[in-house]
């Protein structure tokens, strides 16, 4: 393991998250009065982009967004925060923006628009190239085109750079973007979707059900791991040579589940891009989501290094 500062890419996506806290979730055609009310900066790549760089690792971050008020509060924010924008790039579309109810066991619904995340193509992409070229790792997640995606998938892979690739929200991948991802990282119906249905039953005897779905998994994607998580039973990893690591959840107690993955996400690459084998990469990831739901909020409360550090240390 590296103590160098590591370097990750990441294809990003911007949402202006806006969430209700209620009593419950809506039924259809219910109306209901909300308790609170947020309005932030959020995204699936957005999110692990200043996960990493919360972290310690420097972020080079390709996005698109919008040329619009919350397009301008996002570049003040990131400013902020110490990530440069060299690779985001204005557009005349709206920002993408997201709605979102949390009831009070942290359960949520969630509509989103993509607005101008849908104008990051593979040119954008292209411009990157050098700093992607440079990274431990790129990571890429699907709020964006497809055609971009495969496209720094692809230029990653041909420049030797390992991929992490997040098919969420879930889409039918195309073969040749599978075959640009090193690692899969899918929660529990992302997985059920990528094994064809395998995992269908109780939760409890889901990870023995994705170990099964495997051998035809490899037949068809020519990748190294598939991590999973599994809420509450934490994450594994299987690598296409047998080996299985299961990490289990730190206790929490979660405000909201909004956010989870993607901080975990941001653990997992962290890990990976230190030089730092999967079963201590998972362990980091399984940590950030446990800190981030147990705050408010969801770039805010993504964990910096040492509060991770901190809950990884072994009990004295």
């Known amino acids: 393991m590296s103590d160098s500062l590591p370097r990750i890419a990441v294809l990003g996506s911007f949402m202006q998250a806006c969430c209700?806290?209620?009593?419950?979730?809506?039924r259809p055609g219910e109306t209901l009065r909300a308790g609170d009310f947020s309005a932030e900066p959020a995204g699936?790549?957005?999110?692990?982009?200043?996960g990493c760089h919360r972290l310690g690792a420097a972020v080079d971050l390709v996005m698109?967004?919008?040329?619009?008020?919350?397009?301008?509060?996002?570049?003040?924010?990131?400013?902020?925060?110490?990530?440069?924008?060299?690779?985001?790039?204005?557009?005349?579309?709206?920002?993408g923006h997201g709605a979102g109810f949390i009831d009070a066991a942290g359960e949520n619904q969630i509509v989103v628009h993509g607005g101008a995340n849908a104008a990051l193509s593979p040119r954008e992409v292209a411009r990157a190239a050098p700093d992607i070229a440079a990274a431990a790792l790129l990571y890429a997640q699907l709020e964006i085109p497809l055609a971009a995606v495969q496209a720094g998938l692809a230029l990653a892979r041909s420049r030797g750079v390992p991929t992490v690739l997040n098919p969420s929200p879930w889409q039918t991948l195309p073969e040749e973007m599978l075959d640009?991802?090193?690692?899969?990282?899918?929660?529990?119906?992302?997985?059920?979707?990528?094994?064809?249905d395998a995992l269908s039953g109780e939760k409890e005897a889901r990870p023995r059900r994705i170990?099964?779905?495997?051998?035809?998994?490899?037949?068809?994607?020519r990748g190294n791991w598939l991590v999973a998580t599994l809420g509450a039973q934490g994450s594994m990893a299987c690598h296409r040579d047998g080996t299985i690591h299961v990490a289990p959840a730190f206790p929490a107690d979660p405000l909201k589940t909004l956010g989870a993955g993607d901080a975990f996400s941001a653990g997992l690459c962290w890990g990976l891009a230190r030089g730092e084998d999967m079963a201590a990469a998972l362990?980091?990831?399984?940590?950030?989501?446990?800190?981030?739901?147990?705050?408010?909020?969801?770039?805010?409360?993504l964990p910096g290094r040492q509060e991770l550090?901190?809950?990884l240390r072994p009990a004295a």
């Open 20 to 26: 209700w806290r209620v009593d419950r979730l809506p």
């Open 180 to 196: 640009c991802a090193d690692v899969l990282v899918v929660n529990e119906s992302e997985a059920q979707a990528l094994l064809e």
């Open 44 to 50: 699936k790549g957005l999110s692990v982009a200043v």
């Open 211 to 221: 170990v099964s779905a495997l051998p035809a998994l490899w037949r068809r994607w």
């Open 309 to 311: 550090e901190a809950l």
């Open 283 to 301: 362990r980091a990831g399984n940590a950030c989501g446990a800190l981030s739901i147990s705050r408010p909020g969801i770039l805010a409360a």
């Open 64 to 95: 698109a967004i919008g040329n619009d008020a919350p397009a301008g509060t996002l570049l003040e924010w990131l400013r902020r925060e110490g990530l440069h924008a060299r690779h985001i790039h204005r557009c005349a579309m709206p920002s």
